[in-house]
């Protein structure tokens, strides 16, 4: 007997008169993504949006840089609800609220493993605020990698950043570079590259994995691996469209955004040093990451306690003075949450 197509078997029950049931109307989804096709996460995030759309998800994606959208409002696109989801860059967004950066202060989580502990602790009072202000839920929170120097001027150590406009993206970044004796200069990542070429940042400060496909190496010649942080992103839905959803259809969605995190916390962890490799004249296998031979320059453990001081002494006493403003409690919420997990209290009497 011949295969009948789809098509032909609904024409035939259609002739006989039998009653058909539709297929289920597919559940659009406006996805807005930072991750263009030369970046480490483009790959991932491609296969979330296959995934959700063979969980009958018809997902519209669009990019930031196409559309000439500021990151920094990515969190209020999604919770006016003109997309919805967006990936959100936390240090840009917490222009809008402090407490978001608490996810990430600079100096507090500077390797992958401890930064995982930091936003799994923060997760549930993180969500908690997003909702209550911005009407929205992170769906997925991971992070581009560790945030590391590079530069067009000579450097051995953080004192040679003394004079230097370097290129920074949150609150607590800025204050270090400040007592570094740095300029900080505020740039999105698409920014930063054109503002290194002309002079009007000599250091940038970024992920090992986004500065080789972003091609900083080309207008840098110094990189300094000392972690400061981890450039926690979001991918983050409005929670009108989220609570929209069936209970199948919900259960599914959440499972591909799992999956998406988990995928991006690998790539955080396992790739940045092949990157840093390309980067520095190392061994670069063949794929996403360019040959560079940039200067790598030895971290000492002088200044890893220098960037621990500073944070203890001055980011985070400074941090939670402004969160605690417009959030009363913030400051014990965070000892009991991140503060609990990394082994620190802020105390605002130390200021």
């Known amino acids: 007997m011949p295969r009948l197509s789809r098509v032909s078997i609904l024409s035939l029950a259609a002739a006989a008169g039998l009653a058909l049931t539709a297929p289920a109307e597919a559940q659009s989804l406006r996805w807005l993504t930072q991750s263009q096709e030369s970046a480490a996460q483009y790959p991932a995030e491609i296969a979330a949006i296959e995934a959700a759309g ?8 669009n990019e930031f840089q196409v559309l000439g959208v500021n990151l920094a409002d990515a969190l209020r696109l999604v919770g006016s609800g003109a997309f919805d989801l967006a990936t959100v860059q936390i240090g840009s967004a917490a222009k809008d609220d402090p407490f978001l950066e608490g996810i990430d202060l600079i100096g507090v989580s500077t390797d992958m493993n401890d ?3 930091a936003v799994d602790a923060y997760r549930e009072a993180f969500n908690a605020r997003l909702g209550e ?6 769906m997925a929170i991971w992070p581009f990698g560790p945030q590391v120097f590079l530069c067009s001027a000579d450097m051995s150590s953080l004192a040679d950043l003394d004079g230097l406009k370097v290129r920074s993206f949150t609150a607590s970044m800025s204050m270090l570079l400040e007592e570094l004796g740095a300029t900080p200069v505020t740039l999105s990542f698409p920014e930063v590259y054109p503002a290194l070429q002309r002079g009007v940042a000599s250091c940038g400060v970024t992920s090992p994995t986004s500065s080789n496909t972003g091609k900083w190496p080309e207008v840098t010649t110094h990189l300094y691996p000392l972690s ?4 926690v992103q979001a991918h983050v839905v409005n929670l009108d469209w989220l609570n929209g959803l069936d209970e199948e259809k919900r259960a599914a969605f959440e499972t591909v955004m799992s999956d998406l995190e988990t995928a991006l916390w690998e790539l955080a962890i396992t790739t940045n040093g092949t990157a840093q490799a390309c980067s520095t004249g190392g061994e670069c296998p063949e794929g996403i990451y360019t040959s560079y031979e940039m200067t790598l320059v030895p971290v000492s453990d002088a200044d890893k306690a220098k960037v621990a001081e500073i944070s203890a002494t001055k980011i985070l006493p400074e941090w939670g003075a402004r969160c605690e403003a417009s959030y009363e409690g913030c400051v014990d919420l965070w000892n009991e949450t991140v503060g609990t997990a990394r082994g620190l209290t802020i105390s605002l009497d130390t200021q």
Do not use: H, M, P
């Open 54 to 61: 063979e969980a009958g998800f018809d997902v519209t994606r």
């Open 115 to 117: 930064l995982k502990g």
């Open 133 to 138: 202000k911005f009407g929205a839920k992170a």
């Open 228 to 231: 400061v942080s981890g450039s």
